[in-house]
């Protein structure tokens, strides 16, 4: 893998301006796509062994999967709008087709299915929220599909860390099988910046530092997360959304603290 940042091109004509496949990463789950529509364009797509959860980052749109149509889903101008995006889960072997009504920016989120389940929409409601952290570690989380939710191998999320705040920190990490203490999980992070101009730092570092990159992030790039801690900075004056997707062998995010830095959150005993 010669480097963990992915950014975006040309916009080809599929509308794709941003892809990571298991061969493109070098791993076995996750794959990752942005495409950017304008009004009445069109994108379809579907696998015979990999599910998928279209997300519109930001914009609305008719989805068509298999028999079902979802019509007018999402609608938020930004990501960093309070309001849930528009979601749709589509099982292995399900062919799709998204159609924009105004510009979109669609995710496309796949990993290894059976194909188990229907096509449906995922409700506003079914959009778990919470805040995690205190002071400068606050973060907003958005659960699209956690594992609360029926799927085979997804789980996505958004968040929003606001501009001098630290996310996914205390650096922690998935990447082992250890039983009811860490799982193994791939992951991508797709970041956008507010307002654009900005920057935001994250670090992807494993115990014996055999991997250790720090990237600069800009509006639109990609993180790849193929193992290791992985801290996210955003510098004061630009807040950070990132869209996480997340698949390995078990859909259960169980993650393990570096154990330099979990002091930050372990309650005093007393």
């Known amino acids: 893998m010669a480097t963990l940042r992915v ?30 529509l304008a009004d009445g ?34 609608g938020r101008a930004t990501p960093f709008e309070d309001r849930a995006p528009g979601a749709v889960y589509v099982p292995a072997g399900t062919d799709y087709t998204v159609i924009a009504r105004g510009p979109v920016e669609l995710a496309v989120c796949s990993a290894p299915g059976r194909g188990a389940g ?21 973060r907003h989380v958005r659960n699209i599909l956690p ?31 250890t039983t009811a203490e860490e799982t193994a999980l791939e992951e991508t992070y797709y970041h956008r910046l507010q307002p ?7 670090r992807v570092y494993t115990d014996d530092r055999s991997l ?9 790039d990609l993180v790849m997360v193929p193992r290791g801690y992985h801290p996210v900075g955003a510098p004061h004056g630009y807040d950070l959304y990132y869209l996480n997707v997340m698949a390995g062998p078990t859909r259960e995010w169980i993650f393990r603290n570096d154990p330099a830095h979990d002091w930050i959150v372990r309650k005093p005993k007393g």
């Open 212 to 220: 250790d990159e720090t990237v600069c992030v800009e509006d639109g």
């Open 118 to 138: 229907e096509p449906r929409l995922i409700a506003d409601a079914d959009m778990s929220r919470e805040t995690r952290g205190t002071g400068t570690n606050t």
């Open 41 to 74: 364009e069109r994108f379809s797509g579907g696998e015979p062994a990999r599910e998928t959860c279209l997300v519109l980052v930001s914009g609305a749109a008719d989805v068509q999967a298999g028999d079902v149509r979802f019509d007018g889903i999402g």
């Open 196 to 202: 654009p101009q900005g920057f935001a730092f994250q």
């Open 7 to 36: 950014r975006p091109h040309t916009r080809d004509a599929t509308g794709t301006v941003l892809e990571v496949t298991p061969q493109s990463a070098g791993w076995s789950h996750v794959g990752f796509r942005l495409v950017k």
């Open 147 to 177: 594992q609360t939710q029926p799927a085979d191998s997804l789980l996505v999320v958004e968040v929003i860390t606001p501009g001098g705040h630290w996310s996914s920190y205390p650096p922690h990490k998935h990447d082992t099988a």
